[in-house]
Nanobody, 127 residues
Framework: VQLQASGGGLVQAGDSLRLSCTVS?????????IGWFRQAPGKEREFVGA????????YYADSVEGRFTVSRENAKNTVYLQMHSLRPEDTAVYYC????????????????????WGQGTLVTVSS
């Protein structure tokens, strides 16, 4: 199983950015809840948001609620993290993770609730 995160970069405070996470093989993607996490230098990895395998449920950390949106495009085996109103404190390496689950499984918010991880993409927000 491979997860490829992309789309990171250097932006200014207030800007928007969209991250992508492509999961292969497709049969894993279609059965997986997908989560986004981030890790800033010297800090623990923290939950950002997640989407259910069917796409009908999402869940966000309080720190990004209303600014970030997770969506999925099943035809491309890809999940997106759309980020608006970025702040310097959003600076981190962003990771996507997948968990093969049954259709009604709850969305996890802890790293140990996910079994497959991507390599991360760096987002830097300047003030």
């Amino acid at each position: 199983v491979q997860l490829q995160a992309s789309g990171g970069g250097l932006v200014q405070a207030g800007d928007s950015l969209r991250l992508s996470c492509t999961v292969s093989p497709g049969r894993i993607f279609s059965r997986s809840n997908i989560g986004w996490f981030r890790q800033a230098p010297g800090k623990e990895r923290e939950f950002v948001g997640a989407i259910s395998r069917g796409g009908g449920r999402t869940y966000y950390a309080d720190s990004v609620e209303g600014r970030f949106t997770v969506s999925r495009e099943n035809a491309k085996n890809t999940v997106y993290l759309q980020m608006h109103s970025l702040r310097p404190e959003d600076t981190a390496v962003y990771y996507c993770a997948a968990k093969d689950v049954i259709l009604t499984a709850p969305l996890g918010s802890r790293p140990d609730e996910y079994e497959y991880w991507g390599q991360g993409t760096l987002v830097t927000v300047s003030s």
